[in-house]
C-alpha cells in the first residue's frame, strides 16, 4: 500500500528434476514461475505498482525459464536439448535448441562444446530473427588452472544492437586451494575489445563466509 493505492500479488516458482541422471538414459529438468493478481485486475499505468505483469490482458501469467531434456546414454558428456540458459558463454544468453560436450582425451583434461537456436526473452512480444550458435574449448592448462576460448554468434538485437553478431571470448580460472578461486575474461565484438572482468572468491571451508571481489569494464 502507498497512499490510495494498493496492490496484492502471489507468485510460485517451480523447479523441478525428472529421473535420475546416473541410472536413466534420460532426465529432464524446468524451471518457470507464476504470477497472479489478487486484485482481480492489471492495475492502472499511473499507479507506484504497476509492473510489466500488469501489462498482459490477464491477471494469471506464467514464465518458463528452463525446460531440457539430457540424454545420457550416447557417449558425450552432455547432449541437452530445450530450453536452457548459458553464463561462461561471451554473452549471457537463454535459447530454445539444443547443445553438446565431449572430453575427447582419457585424461579428460579438455573439454570440446558446441550449441545453437533460438534465443529467449522474458517479456520480447516478437523474438523473429534472434539466433545463437557457438562453440567452445576448454582446457586445464597446469595445476588448479583451467583456460577457455569461445566463439559465439549471436543475433539479438536486445544485446548487441543490429550488424553486431560475431563474437570471441577467452578466460581463465585458477583455484589457490579448496578456499580460493580466481576468475578473469576478455571479449572482442567484431574484432574489437568488448569487456573485460575479473573476480576473486574467498570461501573459508569451515568458517560459512564468503568474500567476493570484482572489477568488470565495458570496453564497446
Known amino acids: 500500500t502507498a497512499g490510495g493505492d494498493h496492490d496484492q500479488d502471489i507468485y510460485t516458482l517451480l523447479g523441478a528434476t525428472i529421473g535420475d541422471p546416473e541410472k536413466d538414459p534420460y532426465s529432464g529438468y524446468i ?3 507464476l504470477s497472479q493478481d489478487l486484485d482481480g485486475d492489471q492495475g492502472e499505468e499511473d499507479s507506484p505498482f504497476y509492473s510489466l505483469e500488469d501489462t498482459y490482458d490477464h491477471s494469471l501469467n506464467g514464465h518458463l525459464y528452463e525446460a531440457y531434456v539430457d540424454f545420457h546414454d550416447t557417449g558425450l558428456d552432455l547432449l541437452r536439448a530445450g530450453r536452457q540458459t ?3 558463454t561471451p554473452a549471457y544468453v537463454r535459447f530454445d535448441g539444443a547443445s553438446l560436450a565431449a572430453r575427447p582425451d582419457e585424461d579428460d583434461s579438455a573439454e570440446l562444446g558446441a550449441y545453437g537456436g533460438r534465443t529467449v526473452h522474458e517479456y520480447e512480444s516478437s523474438p ?3 539466433a545463437v550458435y557457438g562453440a567452445y574449448l576448454s582446457e586445464a592448462l597446469w595445476t588448479g588452472g583451467r583456460g577457455r576460448i569461445d566463439y ?10 543490429t550488424e553486431q553478431n560475431d563474437l570471441w571470448a577467452a578466460q581463465i580460472r585458477q583455484a589457490g586451494g579448496r578456499d580460493l578461486q580466481l576468475k578473469s575474461g576478455y571479449s572482442w565484438l567484431e574484432g574489437a575489445p568488448r569487456e573485460f572482468d575479473a573476480r576473486a572468491t574467498w570461501l573459508p571451508y569451515e568458517t560459512g563466509w564468503l568474500v567476493q571481489g570484482s572489477y568488470y569494464a565495458l570496453l564497446q
Do not use: I, T, V
Open 31 to 33: 524451471l518457470g514461475r
Open 86 to 88: 548459458f553464463y561462461d
Open 152 to 161: 559465439m554468434h549471436l543475433e539479438d538485437e536486445q544485446q548487441l544492437g
Open 128 to 130: 523473429e530473427g534472434d
